[in-house]
Nanobody, 124 residues
Framework: QVQLVESGGGLVQAGDSLRLSCASS????????MGWFRQAPGKEREFVAA????????YYSNSVKGRFTISRDNAKNTVYLQMNSLNPEDTAVYYC?????????????????WGQGAQVTVST
């Protein structure tokens, strides 16, 4: 069983940076493709970024490309999402997810384990 716990959310101002962390208290994450999704109020959950099990491959949504960076430290069983140049449109609950495959996917139905989410609020 994989239990994912996000941390690092909070309230920031537009232009600020924030780093989210996702740690596993169960199985090692080293054999999972990891992803970040987000859900804004009144909207469906959307893909943000994903990283291969080795960290050698990453993929981003167009809305965050160039501003967000996903990374992982398999020794610490943790995945990160560095978010720079935040704007109010980035306000959402951010979810960490694990996929039992080496192939990166952007559809939430293809991820097997989910965290509880971390709130990120960006004010003007």
């Amino acid at each position: 069983q994989v239990q994912l716990v996000e941390s690092g959310g909070g309230l920031v101002q537009a232009g600020d940076s924030l780093r989210l962390s996702c740690a596993s208290s169960g199985r090692t994450l080293s054999r999972f493709t990891m992803g970040w999704f987000r859900q804004a109020p009144g909207k469906e959950r959307e893909f943000v970024a994903a990283i291969s099990w080795s960290g050698g491959g990453t993929y981003y949504s167009n809305s965050v490309k160039g501003r967000f960076t996903i990374s992982r430290d398999n020794a610490k069983n943790t995945v990160y999402l560095q978010m720079n140049s935040l704007n109010p449109e980035d306000t959402a609950v951010y979810y960490c997810a694990a996929r039992s495959s080496f192939v990166i996917r952007t559809t939430e139905s293809e991820y097997d384990y989910w965290g509880q989410g971390a709130q990120v609020t960006v004010s003007t």
